[in-house]
């Protein structure tokens, strides 16, 4: 096929949805040259997967598009709880969660925090940062076949307009098409877990007069438990445009046609107790929530990613965050490997590392959806009870048991019972806050990662610095190094907090940071040789001889 290749790019992504989106802006924030073949005509209209965890919208700063989002998502800023409720009607219902971030204890971990950002608004902002960064983005295309050998992949895409089909040529493919992904199936990849879940119609309406029902009621989302009308609801802006998911039952013989916009319109003014509202059907939009995971992630040059890897019950917004945090995991790692940084056996890491974070994250999905009684949903004794993480441990304090990780404990949990982030190799690193010296400009530590492995020391850690350069030189690669304390020969004076006690070393210690941001190594204090010590560490982690 090689003689009649028309366009040849370094990564191919297919699928141009969050995680496509995201994986455009990952690589071109990168400087990957790539192409994204999406077969719909633009981006997703319905408001959808809203929540933006922590730890994805550090990723999201780092990449320069956190601003950009919350504007996008300004509607929603002061939606934080979820509701449970018989009825929007008079004062009943309890709060299952009030706030996200009671207190504020969220800025003591990370420089970000979470984002009530919809699907549809999202899209858009991930879209035009990718384009700006250079990315091929190429909407009402589909890729119809491909095929790969020991050096690349071969695709055939076609516009689904025009019927025009190229023949791209690329060295790596990301299979992001989604739950029933094509590419999967035709890797053979089989998928483990409980399957279906339950199946809901997501129906988008105006009504002018809910907003009054509703009150001073700030939810991101209400669970509904009438009896024979229970459902979500969703605020779109508070005022008039909202989403109600309602139960779907197709294993009764349930059909899409069943939902007619008289049904909808009566179940939705049944479930809020509002009989007389006013109710517009805009929108109607079948959905399945499902618990699965990839057996691989991946098959020679093609590696899977979001809902071709893993499916999530919705409720707690994992499956996306977790679709995205495998979309900036790869990246990194096809830069490195294609600039000749890192050898080929660095992306075997990406299936070690992320598919046991989905695997713990889509059983804690499933869980929660019991805790809240998701309309549509009834657990099986298996999926209910047992000891459950939180939320926030869930979404940023998982970690890396093995992978591009050197000294990592490989029997910790993936997800711990407590969040611990203090700098153990496989962990996210800590954050904090500093200065440059010679600056009142502040910057989390979390910032100084995204393009390179960073070694950082304290102000007594000067052999490290040296010792960096040296092995820099030696690899030919980048690496950045930083020293932290109030001495002139530091780059950054920590704004408060001890740089070394946070890290877990002493001052004369060292920590290398990966690109991601999660601790690759440690040395917890002075050793006699520096330079061999931070050598064969990297070596290691860049799967270098």
Not at 317 to 326: L, Y
Request: net charge negative.
């Amino acid at each position: 096929m090689e003689e009649h290749i028309d366009e040849r790019v370094p990564v191919l992504i297919v699928g141009g949805s969050l995680v496509g989106l995201s994986s455009s802006l990952f690589l071109g924030r990168l400087g990957v040259g790539h192409m994204l073949v999406e077969r719909h005509a633009g981006t997703s209209r319905h408001p959808r997967g809203r929540g933006n965890n922590v730890r994805t919208m550090e990723l999201f700063r780092v990449a320069g598009a956190e601003p950009l989002i919350h504007e996008a998502a300004s509607l929603l800023a002061d939606n934080h709880g979820i509701f449970q409720t018989p009825s929007l009607h008079g004062d009943a219902g309890e709060w299952l969660l009030k706030e996200i971030d009671p207190g504020n204890g969220i800025a003591r971990l990370s420089p970000s925090g979470w984002c009530v950002c919809s699907q549809n608004d999202l899209e858009p902002v991930l879209l035009d940062c990718a384009r700006k960064l250079g990315g091929d983005l190429r909407y009402s295309t589909e890729m119809v076949s491909f095929e790969q050998d020991g050096d690349g992949v071969t695709a055939v895409v076609q516009e689904r307009g025009s019927g025009r089909r190229r023949t791209v040529r690329a060295d790596y493919l990301i299979a992001a098409d989604g739950p029933r992904s094509p590419i999967r199936r035709q890797l053979g990849i089989g998928q483990t877990g409980h399957g279906d879940l339950f199946h809901n119609v997501s129906i988008t309406f105006r009504s002018r007069g809910l907003a009054d029902v509703v009150g001073d009621r700030r939810f991101i989302v209400c669970y509904l438990t009438a009896e024979e009308a229970d459902g979500a609801l969703l605020p779109v802006d508070n005022s008039e445009k909202w989403v109600f998911h309602a139960p779907w039952q197709p294993d009764t013989g349930e059909t899409l046609e069943d939902f007619t916009d008289e049904r909808c319109a009566a179940h939705i003014r049944r479930a809020v107790g509002a009989p007389d509202i006013d109710v517009e059907i805009t929108g109607k939009a079948p959905w399945h929530a499902a618990e699965r995971v990839a057996e691989r992630y991946g098959q020679g040059r093609v590696f899977l990613a979001g809902d071709s890897a893993h499916e999530m019950s919705p409720t707690g917004a994992f499956g996306s965050n977790t679709g995205i945090q495998d979309a900036h995991n790869l990246a990194w790692k096809l830069s490195l490997v294609l600039n000749g940084s890192a050898g080929a056996g660095l992306l075997g890491s990406y299936e070690a590392e992320r598919r046991p974070v989905a695997e713990a994250t889509s059983e804690r999905a499933s869980a929660r959806s019991a805790e809240h009684s998701h309309p549509g949903y009834t657990p099986g004794p298996e999926m209910v009870g047992g000891r459950q993480r939180g939320m926030l441990t869930v979404a940023m304090g998982y970690r890396y048991p093995r992978g591009a990780v050197v000294g990592a404990d490989p029997d910790m949990a993936v997800v711990p019972d407590r969040m611990d982030l203090s700098g153990d190799p496989g962990t996210r690193a800590p954050h904090m806050w500093l200065h440059p010296h010679d600056s009142e400009r502040r910057t989390s530590t979390l910032d100084l990662y995204e393009r390179n492995f960073v070694l950082l020391t304290g102000s007594g850690g000067t052999p490290w610095h040296t010792a960096a350069a040296r092995v820099a030189e030696k690899l030919s690669i980048t690496l950045d190094a930083y020293r932290i304390g109030t001495e002139p020969h530091a780059e950054f004076v920590p704004e408060s907090g001890d740089w070394a006690e946070l890290h877990g070393t002493t001052d004369e210690g060292a920590v290398v940071v990966r690109p991601d941001g999660f601790v690759a190594w440690r040395a917890p204090g002075a050793v006699r040789d520096p330079e061999t010590a931070l050598l064969d560490a990297m070596k290691a982690l860049l799967h270098r001889a």
